[in-house]
């Protein structure tokens, strides 16, 4: 039931992570690869531009922690 659970999270947090990528991009050409190639920036990039990156933050977010509520559940005896 994890598996399911981290692969949902992962899918999430990829639709959010390719959605502000191609943001970046659209503003910038060099700021799409320094954000697709720096996380750093990628964060600096999505709190900068909150307005315009708030869903796309939004799934990252929610990807991330779904999937560690599935690690968790793959790793308890439940």
């Known amino acids: 039931m994890g598996d399911l659970f ?5 899918i999430l947090y990829v639709i959010g992570w390719v959605g502000s990528v191609r943001l ?3 503003e910038s050409t060099h700021l799409g690869f320094w954000v697709l ?3 750093v920036v990628w964060l600096y990039f999505l ?3 909150i307005a315009n990156t708030a ?6 977010i929610v990807g991330v922690i779904i999937m560690l509520f599935g690690i968790f559940v793959n ?3 439940l």
């Open 24 to 26: 970046a991009f659209l």
């Open 37 to 39: 190639i720096i996380p």
């Open 75 to 77: 790793h308890s005896n």
């Open 55 to 60: 869903i796309f933050a939004a799934f990252s």
């Open 47 to 49: 709190l900068t531009r």
């Open 6 to 10: 981290v692969a949902v999270g992962l």
